[in-house]
T-cell receptor
Framework: NAGVTQTPKFQVLKTGQSMTLQCAQDMNHNSMYWYRQDPGMGLRLIYYSASEGTTDKGEVPNGYNVSRLNKREFSLRLESAAPSQTSVYFCASAMVDTQYFGPGTRLTVL | SQKIEQNSEALNIQEGKTATLTCNYT??????LQWYRQDPGRGPVFLLLIRENEKEKRKERLKVTFDTTLKQSLFHITASQPADSATYLC?????????????FGSGTQLTVLP
């Protein structure tokens, strides 16, 4: 039982490049979330998915897209990376209340 | 707008003492409030959840209180140990919808000195 897994762990991009962050959970949770965490800002919700086939915007969705591929997987895509997207990205899943987080992806955009 | 404030960014205490962390919120009516622990380089880990009709909740050396009148939650760690050193995040949670959208405070970094 791996919980929530994220790939890659680290990534460096140049401005304008694209990439997809992958997230998978094996707890049969309905809801999945993507957050970014910046120093002094706390965790901010980018997008979430209440169930397979649905996605909704969170607090800071601009510059990102998501796909809920199936119940297990929820990916986050940066189409044209910008330096302002340098951050640590966390994926989480939940049945209802409590969220379980992955180990994070540290992304640097040069 | 909704706002969450956690007391001082950093808190240092001596081993064996009780650590008290504060979470204040405004423009919220949370159905419950959660506390998470985050270690450097890792994702947050759930610790405790307290509902609006509960005044206090305990788990081993942890105690949480929730005062909806003051709009405040206090998180206590008794007999603190160096292993308790971490950042602690509070998340008041509004209870509607099938997917709970948590809004996190920026956290309090606790250091327990041996």
């Amino acid at each position: 039982n791996a919980g929530v897994t994220q790939t890659p762990k680290f990534q460096v991009l140049k401005t304008g490049q694209s990439m997809t962050l992958q997230c998978a959970q094996d707890m049969n949770h309905n809801s999945m979330y993507w957050y970014r965490q910046d120093p002094g800002m706390g965790l901010r919700l980018i997008y979430y998915s209440a169930s397979e086939g649905t996605t909704d915007k969170g607090e800071v969705p601009n510059g990102y897209n998501v796909s809920r591929l199936n119940k297990r997987e929820f990916s986050l895509r940066l189409e044209s990376a910008a330096p302002s997207q340098t951050s640590v990205y966390f994926c989480a899943s939940a049945m209802v209340d409590t969220q379980y987080f992955g180990p994070g992806t540290r992304l640097t955009v040069l | 707008s909704q706002k969450i404030e956690q007391n001082s960014e950093a808190l240092n205490i001596q081993e064996g003492k009780t650590a008290t962390l504060t979470c204040n919120y405004t423009n919220y009516s949370p159905a419950y409030l959660q506390w998470y622990r985050q270690d450097p380089g890792r994702g947050p880990v759930f610790l405790l959840l307290i509902r609006e009709n509960e005044k206090e909740k305990r788990k081993e050396r942890l105690k949480v209180t929730f005062d909806t009148t003051l709009k405040q939650s206090l998180f206590h760690i008794t007999a603190s140990q160096p292993a308790d050193s971490a950042t602690y995040l509070c998340a008041p949670t509004q209870g509607s919808g099938s997917a709970r959208q948590l809004t996190f405070g920026s956290g309090t970094q606790l250091t327990v000195l041996p």
